[in-house]
């Protein structure tokens, strides 16, 4: 048994009251909320709801080939998610080496001395 469902089955509960609710008003058909479901598994990294939601899809009709297209999908927009996100993190390289920006942690990053 999960530590969750031991200790805390409430919580579990409403998961599975999500889970019901999210089918019962479903407004996309059932291969496209597969392939939604298997993109966010893929970027969360969880290879239980991958598996899941690879067999999913393919269980309602969808190829090895439209699942790859997705998972190619996924991959690329995360990148370009990365890239976006370090860059927008790190657009001021310039005074970041000259030590003038504070990233707000406790750690000195522009201490010489290790």
């Known amino acids: 048994m999960r530590m969750l469902e031991q200790f805390f ?4 509960e409403k998961f599975n ?7 019962e008003n479903r407004v996309i058909d059932k291969k496209t909320y597969e392939f939604i479901c298997f ?7 969880s290879q239980p ?5 690879f067999k ?4 309602q009709g969808a190829t090895v080939k439209e699942l790859s297209y997705i998972l190619a999908l996924t991959t690329r ?4 998610g990365d890239d976006c996100f370090t860059h927008g993190t790190i657009g001021d390289w310039r005074e970041i080496i000259k030590g003038n920006v504070d990233c707000g942690c ?6 010489k001395d290790e």
């Open 49 to 53: 709801c991958v598996l899941k939601h």
């Open 17 to 23: 009251e999500i889970d019901q609710l999210l089918e």
């Open 106 to 111: 406790e750690f000195d990053y522009t201490s």
């Open 56 to 59: 999913g899809a393919l269980d």
């Open 9 to 12: 089955p409430e919580f579990t």
């Open 77 to 80: 927009e995360a990148a370009g």
């Open 39 to 45: 993109a966010l598994a893929i970027k969360a990294r």
